[in-house]
């Protein structure tokens, strides 16, 4: 398949806004769809390994995807111009939706919609870390990780400023000694 | 005073964000909700189920709370403090580890973050299903969601709007 990247920041401004303009549940396909199947700036192989590298940084996945690939592209200010057509639109939107939501927050129909939207939002964080815990918990160091990290993040609410520092060590340690 | 003290806590969540928003929600919801008092759980719920129901990243709730706490520049602020010093690091590291590919420390790296990301999206889908008292009927919506994830490979927007009809008929 013949790849070709942006010719100009004009279109690497483009095309990520179309990314972030029709993201609806979940940006990840739409990123494929706009930059692998649509527009062919790189191939499948390419962004696989892009978004995977970017899922072990901090920060949001494809935001940091924009980040990359706009250096590889144009360098800072390819970057730069990546990230901002990505969050352009849904930052607008998303305070817009927030704005119109605020002005009809007192009627209960609408409270109780968003609640339940909240709480079904919730239950696709629990399935995609079931999902991708499954093949992890095969190893008991992984699932003893797990267990604690979640016994101290979510039941005794620590701060994960002190937990993330301490269980990336211990896992370190473990993933060296190939109990992960 | 608001906005600085906004850009410093965001931009420090910034660099233990790996995993990205999911990830890093039980810390926000505690700081957010417990220690600042800027947000209640049901507005903090509320913040979430928006960000979650609009296109784009879902990083954006960040700049939900900025807006809540300290109007547009407090949104503007928050969203760029919490992308700004991971958007340093991707910028830095991205060649790095391609240099690095075959490393035992890479891949001893990626091996030690798998679990604990997958532990803090669970503790977030937890954290946010329970704002105030454990109530069955989140907890019913939020496990339907993830048995209709699990099950089906349909987009998640179906999901979340199945959640907000349960919500009409059960709260």
Known sequence: MDVAPPKHLGELFMGFLWIGARSFGGVLPWAYRTMVEERRWLTHADFTETVGLCQFLPGPNIGNASIVLGKRWFGLAGSIVAFLGLMALPFVWVLALFVVYNDFASLPAVNAIVTGVGAAGAGLFIGTALKLGKVLARKPAALALIVACFLCAAVARLSLLYIVPVAFLVALYAARKDWL | MTLLELALYFGLLSLISVGGMPAVMPELQRYVVDVKGWLTPGEFLQAFAVGQAAPGPNILI???????????????????????????????????????????????????????????????????????????????????????????????????????????LLL
């Open chain 2, 62 to 168: 960040a700049s939900l709370i900025g807006w809540k706490v300290a109007g547009i520049p407090g949104a503007i602020v928050a969203l760029a403090a919490i992308c700004g010093p991971a958007a340093v690091i991707a910028w830095w590291v991205a060649e790095l580890w391609e240099r690095f590919k075959d490393s035992p420390w890479r891949k001893a790296i990626q091996k030690a973050i798998s679990p604990i990301v997958v532990a803090l999206i669970l503790s977030s889908g937890v954290i946010i299903a329970t704002p105030g008292a454990p109530d069955w009927r989140m907890w019913l919506i939020a496990g339907a969601s993830a048995a209709a994830m699990l099950a089906t490979k349909v987009n998640p927007l179906w999901m979340l709007g199945g959640g907000g009809v349960l919500g009409v």
